[in-house]
Nanobody
Framework: EVQLVESGGGLVQAGGSLRLSCKTS????????IGWFRQAPGKEREAVSC???????YYADSVKGRFTISSDNAAKTVYLQMNSLKPEDTAVYYC???????????????????WGQGTQVTVSS
């Protein structure tokens, strides 16, 4: 059974940083991509970043240059380093896993089968 557990969320001031972790179980990084999504109150879930099974990385325009996704295969964990945080980054952040994810598909939440429970990120102004 695939399991994903997010951690690292919290309250931070604008301009600050947080690092989110997605600890995975039963996920083969050679065959699965891992994505980060977020959902703010009253809004649709939106894509943030993804690392594919080939190691390619993708970012939403809103976070390019501020967020960095990385993976530790030995630890079966994917990280999202978030710098220069803005109040509009406030949301519940979810990680997701899916095979056969690429540049044309990672952006769509409905393409991902496995989800974590989420971690809250709050950025104060």
């Amino acid at each position: 059974e695939v399991q994903l557990v997010e951690s690292g969320g919290g309250l931070v001031q604008a301009g600050g940083s947080l690092r989110l972790s997605c600890k995975t179980s039963n996920v083969d990084f050679e065959h699965y991509g891992i994505g980060w999504f977020r959902q703010a109150p009253g809004k649709e879930r939106e894509a943030v970043s993804c690392i594919s099974d080939y190691g390619n990385t993708y970012y939403a325009d809103s976070v390019k240059g501020r967020f960095t996704i990385s993976s530790d295969n030995a630890a079966k964990t994917v990280y999202l380093q978030m710098n220069s945080l803005k109040p509009e980054d406030t949301a519940v952040y979810y990680c997701a896993a899916e095979g056969n994810i690429g540049a044309l598909t990672w952006y769509y939440p409905e393409r991902w089968d496995y989800w974590g429970q989420g971690t809250q990120v709050t950025v104060s102004s």
